[in-house]
Structures are given as structure tokens and as C-alpha cells.
């Protein structure tokens, strides 16, 4: 079986959970249906499940995809540390968010849905996962001619490089092979 | 007196043939026989849908233009036309047709006030004069408006036909042994066809997403139609309710009946299958994927067991009770409220079939006929439908399964394995009457290592007629291929080391499962090929390169450019014997141009700059840095002028977009490049 991340399946079934909780209950609302507070509560779960699960979690091996655009919500959803990064509260959010859509009928299908998601995080604290955020790496400055130190000092011609090992100084005045004379 | 649009008929007959509906009232034998066409008509659209996919699909395309040969694009739309011409239909015989009316119509008329039924009856045929020049198109928007009680069952049912038709297409792309047939057989599927079964894969998620969608659409519209079941409790025909009394709970209805438990079974297990089958998740968990996708038969199980709840019934005996006929027996409240128009909308149904000439009305039409009721009505259920579309494909899916399990079952014998550098382990065996073609590829399955994984490997080597060994190279990269290579490194001590049978050490052992076709195949099909390989996707180039070392005058390759992209030069190691014995083998039968190599390493920092001292072949076309696809396209376009090039790729998604992208850029030479993609995952 090798190391499957649970997380990751829960993750994609709660957002489409939450979906169908946001379509369920706009239907109901609309439709002015019996009970249509149920179905407004629908909506605002509906919308509170999508946000918190829209950021990706990192996987423990390999690179993860992130979802476009998702590092707005990350930073959000890292702000309140173990409370989302744990996924037994997250289970039993989702288990408790899920109850009372159950009395409708448009939105007993977004209750079952997110009712599994919630089996499969409580499956995936139960192995110990936990959700990381993806951070975003710091663009690293492409290294641009390492082996220059320092430019030359001395105009051209030059002689190689271990002749010019003697100190700057030195070579300050220019030195004519020939004596010149100022007429 | 005027010509209308006769509602019955809807798009299958045209307006002027209803011409005997000349009082727009009174539409009575015209309007019946009508209703025969309608029936075929329904049924015919999902074949006509079918065929026209096949049809346009197959379209040839011209030179230079992008091709669009997928799926993706045709399916949708189709589907889509499907929907709405089922749902048109349905509504049409909704509103004068008998088995919608037991439910719907009846009632309003027998119990609701005479002013709501003339409403609903009279004022339709009124519109429908209103509407009697537009095209009988629009004239069905109409109906829709009016016909508000029976749009939920319309919708339910047009979308059941879509799903219909679609729970039969979604197999057939997974009966690999057919599509393997398909292609080998050269007779049968010309290359065009051949084209089309590399976009099974994507065929089939076309199919899946569809389902999806649409059950969507049917759960939807069901929800709605168990409210009417439940308000719409008709008294008088008491078969033909679904609710077992007047206000019953709608939820009683979808959960407590077979098909409502059914249906909703089927979502949760359509839910599961959808959320696991992401590309993300196939990408990182393919476990996941796998093991929920299995429950597709559950799925089909419980839909079997869904139509067969058999909801919707027609008349039996429509001769003793005509509809709308005068039951004397009845109580006098319910005959007081009948007017006269009454007898003159439901129209009198014969089973004749429909008359070729239809010109002079007949005279009965001119009198207010009522009919008397010998008999009560007795309903009976359609028969389910749906088995006939997904018999064919499952019994199919199902004896493909037996067959590859039949096929599998004989372990293979290892003959020897060897390790590579950069992680890839090459494993030879035999087995008793293999056949596999270059660039095929199979399942092995290794129950020591893992009990229900099995993975997807190119042959490297195909058996001859004088060698029966055939090999794969894996790439160690996931866990399993790891265990594996464990597994069989344990087993032989040395590194390279080729032992007769006899001596053969006790591998683990290991079920061969194929092999299944895949588009390389078809390089050796053109007259001219380039084939780029990415890293490890050099494999199935391989098989092909070792079957030119067998004879290569035989097949219609006249000119092989094999370009092979690495990123460390240990890896061209995997090959590089193979690379120079054809090179030389060529060059010996006095074709040195017949394949043109080049290797190219796209990390340039590396230090080592030949692969090895004896690869002088290898060497010399060794390039550093990355292939620079233009020019080369170019110059491939140059040198085959008017030719047709079949390109393959098999490694990284970019440079595939990248090869795709230039295939489909006419040049000036008038080269065609056909790029055959092959899809993993």
C-alpha cells in the first residue's frame, strides 16, 4: 500500500462538499423553499468550508501542486496555528458544520459528502499527517560570474594571473623601459 | 383556418404535413399517427448523437490547420445536443401523450376547478396558433412554458438518456486488449483510426465528467419530481402513482424506494470516485485513484438495480379505455365540471401506423364525439432501457478482464537482471507464448512486493522468432519499484551476471499482464520518423531500435531521427551498446543515413564529456546543452520535402507542448509533422 496521504483526498472531498452545501442551499433560497433558513446557514458553511480548505496542504514526500492562487489563503489559514493544523478539530468542524444542513433536502447531499470528508481527516489524524503550508521559496539571485572577486587593477597589458600577485602598490607609476627625455 | 404546428410531432415530422390539423382544437387520427414518429424519433437520437461523434471525429484534416482531432471537443457538444433534443421530445409528449397525462394532465382536469384546466388546456392550443409561423423550434419553448408540471420528469428523463448513453461509452476505452486488437490488426483501422485510439484516455474522462454532470442535472430534477409525486396524488389511477398517498414525504419516496436508495447510493459512490480522481491526486496518491475507481462496479451494479424500480407506465389497453373517455359509473360532481372542449383535446389513439397521404381529415373530426369507458385503465411498466445500452459494454469489460486474468495467471521466468546506472534495473524474462509488438507495454505484477499494485512498464526488448526474451528497464523511483529492486538484487549477488535457465536462482515471482498497445507503435508506419526521448522515456524507442537491429528492410521506415535528452551522461550508459550495433549494423548494409542520433545533455555543468571509450559513435554526436527545436524542425522539414513525418515524444510535458506546438506549423517545404501523443497516468 505505501504511504498514502489521506489528507490530500480529504482535502479535495471537503471542497466539493462545500460546493455542493453553496449550490444546495442558493437553490433552497431562492426557490423560497420550507425551512429556508437551513438553507442559508447552508450558504455561509458552505463558503467557510471552501475558504479553509481552498490552501493545499505540503506533502511529506515530493512536491505538492498548489491550487491557483491559493497563498493568500495559506496566510490566513497559518495564522491560527494548531487549530488548523491539527486534523482532528478539523474532523469534528466538519462534523458539526455538516448537521444542520441535514434537515433540507437540497442540502442533504453537501451533509453526507462532508460527512465522509470528515471520516477521512479523522483517518488521516489518526496516522499522524497534519497540515503544513506551502511556502513560497525565495527566487534565488542567479549567481552572475562567481569567479570574478574583484575587478583588475592595472590597465591592459597585463601579465598573467601570478605574476599580478604583487601588491597594487607597486604597480602605481608607470615604468618606461626607455628613459624618456623632456625637451 | 390555418396550419399549425402539430405538437405531437415535434421536429421529426414537418409542419405542413400536419396539415389535416386544420382546426387548431381538433387535432385528432393526425396527431395520433404522429406520435408514432415521435416515439422512433426519441429513440433514434442517442444512435444519430453516435454517429455523428464517429463522424466528425474521423473528418480528414486539412494540412497546416491545428489539428483538432479530440474527443474532447466533439463529445461535450454532443452530449449536450442529446440533452436537449430528449428533453424537447419528452415535453412534447408530455402534453399529448398518454402515459405523462395518467399522471399529470388527468389530474389537473378530473379534480382541479374548470377554470385552471381551461386554462391549461385551452390556452396551449391558443398559443400554438399565436406561434403557427415561427419554426416549430421555437414553438417548443412554448410548450416548455406551459407544460410546467412535467419539466421535471422531462429534464429527469433527458438527462437518464444522456447517462444512458454515456455508462455505455465510458468502458469501452478500458477494454485495452480490443484497443490493443484495434491497432494491430493494419486491415482493419486505418492510421487515422489508429490516431484516435491515443485519445481513449481522454475519451474517457470526456465520459466521466459528463456522467457526473449530469447526474447532477437527474438528481436535481428528481428531487423535484418527488415533490409532485407526493402533491399530484392523482385517485382516480391509483397504478400509476409513485407515492403511496396523497402528501406522503418526498424524502419517504427517495429513500425508502429501491430506485431512490439506489440513486442515492450511486452518488455517494460517484462522489468518491470524482474527488479521487483529480490529477492532483493521481499525480501524488495514485493508490487513491486506483482503489475508488475500482468501485465502478458497485456503481453499475446498483444502476441495474435502478431502472428496474420501473416508475413510469404506459396504458396497456387503450382500446377499452380510450383517454378522456365518458365513464358513466362515476359520480355526478366530477361530470358536471367536464365542458365540451373537453372531449375534443384528447384525441382519439390508434395503433395504425402512420398513413402516407395524409390530406382530408376525416368527418368525425367536425362532431363533438364522446367515447364510453368499457373498462378501467391498466397501466404497466416500461421495460428498463438502460440495460439494453449497458448489457453490451460490461458483459464486453467483463470478459476482457477474465481474459487478461486467464492470460496473467502463468508466472514468467526471470532470466536475468541488471543494474544500470542512475537507479534503472533491467529485468529479462520468457514466457510461454508471448507476442508483443515494438512499443507496447505491460502490467507486471509482483505478489511478494505488493499484493494489489501493479504497474505499467514499456518493453525494452521484444521476443523474436529466435530469441523468446523479452525485457523491461524500470526507473527506482516510488516505493514499490524499490522494493522490487530489493527484491531481485538479493536474490543475484553480482551486478551483470546472465545465467542459463537451469541455474536459475529462485526470483520472486512476478505475473506479466498484456502487452496493450500505445502509439509508438506507429513510428515504423511512416516513411519518416523523429522520435524524442526525455530520460527514462527512451524505452519504448528502445524496443523499436532493437527490432530495426533484427531487419529493418521490412517495415515502411525509410529514416529514423532519434533525438535522446538526459540530464546526466551515466544514463545514455542504458543504451548506448544498443545505439552503436545498429549504427555499425547500418553502416555495414551500406545505410549509414537511415537513422540520424543525437544525444543531447541539457546539464551543462557536468565534468565528464563522453560517455564511454568505446562509444566512439555515441561520442561524436554527443551535444551539451538543450535541443534547439526549431532549427531542427526546420531542417527535418527540409531534408524529407513533402513528406509526412510522424513525431513521437515520451518524456517531460514541456518539450511534448513544445513538439506539439511545431507539428502543427506548416513550413514552406510542404512537410507535414503528425505528432502522436501518447497520454500516461
Known amino acids: ?183 | 383556418m390555418y396550419v399549425h404546428v402539430c405538437l405531437g410531432c415535434g421536429p421529426y415530422v414537418m409542419w405542413t404535413m400536419c396539415a389535416a390539423c386544420i382546426e387548431v382544437h381538433v387535432c385528432t387520427i393526425a396527431r395520433g399517427q404522429c406520435r408514432h414518429l415521435c416515439n422512433t424519433g426519441t429513440r433514434h437520437t442517442p444512435y444519430v448523437c453516435v454517429c455523428l461523434l464517429f463522424v466528425s471525429s474521423s473528418l480528414p484534416k486539412s494540412g497546416g490547420e491545428r489539428d483538432k482531432s479530440s474527443w474532447g471537443s466533439y463529445s461535450p457538444c454532443l452530449f449536450l445536443c442529446l440533452f436537449v433534443a430528449r428533453f424537447c421530445s419528452e415535453s412534447l409528449n408530455a402534453t399529448c401523450n398518454q402515459r405523462f397525462r395518467g399522471m399529470f394532465c388527468m389530474q389537473k382536469a378530473l379534480s382541479a376547478p374548470s377554470s385552471l384546466h381551461h386554462k391549461v388546456f385551452l390556452a396551449l392550443p391558443q398559443c400554438m396558433a399565436l406561434l403557427e409561423n415561427l419554426p416549430a423550434l421555437l414553438s417548443w419553448a412554448a410548450v416548455l412554458l406551459f407544460a410546467s408540471d412535467v419539466r421535471g420528469l422531462c429534464i429527469s428523463r433527458a438527462s437518464a438518456s444522456v447517462l444512458n448513453l454515456n455508462c455505455c461509452l465510458v468502458l469501452l476505452p478500458m477494454c485495452r486488449v480490443l484497443l490493443a486488437f484495434l491497432r494491430g490488426s493494419q486491415k482493419v483501422a486505418s492510421r487515422k483510426t489508429r490516431r484516435l485510439l491515443d485519445k481513449s484516455k481522454t475519451f474517457h474522462v470526456t465520459c466521466g465528467v459528463t456522467i457526473c454532470i449530469f447526474s447532477v442535472v437527474h438528481v436535481a430534477a428528481h428531487l423535484v419530481n418527488a415533490l409532485n409525486f407526493s402533491e399530484n396524488y392523482s385517485e382516480d389511477f391509483l397504478a400509476l402513482n409513485v407515492a403511496n398517498y396523497r402528501g406522503e414525504d418526498p424524502r419517504k419516496l427517495l429513500f425508502a424506494t429501491v430506485p431512490g436508495l439506489t440513486g442515492v447510493i450511486m452518488v455517494l459512490v460517484l462522489f468518491l470516485m470524482c474527488t479521487a480522481s483529480t490529477y492532483a491526486i493521481r499525480v501524488s496518491n495514485y493508490d487513491i485513484f486506483w482503489y475508488t475507481h475500482n468501485l465502478f462496479f458497485v456503481f453499475y451494479v446498483l444502476l441495474l438495480m435502478h431502472v428496474s424500480g420501473g416508475v413510469l407506465k404506459y396504458q396497456s389497453n387503450l382500446e377499452e379505455h380510450p383517454p378522456g373517455c365518458f365513464n358513466p359509473n362515476k359520480t355526478l360532481r366530477e361530470n358536471t365540471t367536464v365542458p365540451k372542449a373537453f372531449e375534443e383535446l384528447f384525441p382519439d389513439y390508434t395503433t395504425e401506423p402512420f398513413p402516407e397521404d395524409l390530406s382530408v381529415p376525416e368527418p368525425f373530426v367536425q362532431n363533438n364525439f364522446v367515447r364510453i369507458c368499457s373498462k378501467e385503465p391498466k397501466f404497466q411498466s416500461h421495460f428498463p432501457e438502460t440495460w439494453f445500452w449497458i448489457s453490451g459494454p460490461l458483459c464486453l469489460y467483463c470478459v476482457e478482464r477474465l481474459y487478461r486474468y486467464i492470460r496473467s495467471n502463468k508466472p514468467v521466468t526471470i532470466t536475468s537482471v541488471i543494474s544500470h546506472p542512475s537507479n534503472v534495473l533491467e529485468v529479462r524474462m520468457m514466457k510461454v507464448n508471448f507476442k508483443a509488438r515494438p512499443g507496447q507495454y505491460v502490467i507486471l505484477h509482483c505478489p511478494r512486493v505488493s499484493a494489489l499494485e501493479s504497474h505499467p512498464f514499456t518493453l525494452t526488448m521484444c521476443p523474436t522468432d529466435t530469441k523468446a526474451t523479452f525485457g523491461v528497464h524500470l526507473k527506482v523511483v516510488g516505493d514499490w519499484t524499490e522494493r522490487f529492486r530489493d527484491l531481485l538484487l538479493l536474490h543475484s549477488s553480482q551486478d551483470k551476471e546472465i545465467l542459463p535457465i537451469f541455474q536459475q536462482r529462485h526470483y520472486p515471482k512476478l505475473y506479466v499482464d498484456g502487452p496493450f498497445g500505445s502509439p509508438f507503435e506507429e513510428s515504423l508506419n511512416y516513411e519518416v520518423s523523429l522520435c524524442v526521448a526525455g530520460g527514462i522515456g527512451v524505452t519504448p524507442f528502445a524496443s523499436i531500435l532493437n527490432t530495426l537491429l533484427d531487419g529493418w528492410k521490412c517495415y515502411k521506415l525509410r529514416r529514423l531521427y532519434f533525438i535522446w535528452v538526459c540530464r546526466d551522461i551515466e544514463s545514455f550508459r542504458w543504451f548506448a551498446d544498443l545505439l552503436c550495433m545498429l549504427h555499425n549494423k547500418l553502416w555495414q548494409e551500406n545505410r549509414p543515413d537511415y537513422i540520424n542520433i543525437q544525444l543531447y545533455l541539457s546539464q551543462t555543468d557536468g565534468i565528464q564529456k563522453i560517455i564511454g571509450e568505446k562509444y566512439q559513435a555515441l561520442n561524436s554526436r554527443l551535444l551539451i546543452g538543450r535541443p534547439r527545436w526549431k532549427l531542427l524542425f526546420d531542417e527535418i522539414a527540409k531534408c524529407n520535402r513533402r513528406k509526412t513525418i510522424g513525431v513521437f515524444c515520451c518524456g517531460p510535458n514541456k518539450i511534448s507542448k513544445i513538439l506539439h506546438k511545431l507539428s502543427n506549423v506548416s513550413n514552406s517545404y510542404g512537410t507535414r509533422f503528425e505528432y502522436n501523443k501518447e497520454s500516461f497516468s
Open chain 1, 1 to 183: 500500500m505505501g504511504q498514502i496521504e489521506w489528507a490530500m483526498w480529504a482535502n479535495e472531498q471537503a471542497l466539493a462538499a462545500g460546493l455542493i452545501m453553496l449550490t444546495g442551499g442558493i437553490v433552497a433560497v431562492a426557490g423560497q423553499f420550507k425551512g429556508w433558513y437551513f438553507a442559508a446557514y447552508a450558504i455561509a458553511a458552505g463558503v467557510f468550508v471552501c475558504l479553509l480548505e481552498y490552501p493545499r496542504s505540503k506533502r511529506k514526500k515530493g512536491s505538492t501542486m498548489e491550487r491557483c492562487g491559493q497563498k493568500y489563503m495559506t496566510a490566513v489559514v497559518k495564522v491560527f496555528g494548531p487549530l488548523t493544523r491539527n486534523y482532528y478539530i478539523r474532523a469534528i468542524l466538519h462534523a458539526a458544520l455538516a448537521v444542520p444542513a441535514g434537515f433540507l433536502l437540497s442540502t442533504i447531499l453537501g451533509t453526507v459528502c462532508l460527512g465522509i470528508a470528515s471520516g477521512i481527516y479523522l483517518l488521516a489524524a489518526v496516522r499522524g499527517e497534519e497540515w503544513r503550508p506551502i511556502e513560497q521559496k525565495p527566487r534565488e539571485r542567479p549567481h552572475v560570474g562567481d569567479t570574478i572577486k574583484q575587478p583588475p587593477t592595472n590597465p591592459p597589458p597585463r601579465p598573467p594571473a601570478d605574476a599580478r600577485k604583487k601588491p597594487p602598490a607597486e604597480a602605481g607609476g608607470q615604468v618606461n623601459p626607455i628613459a624618456v627625455e623632456a625637451e
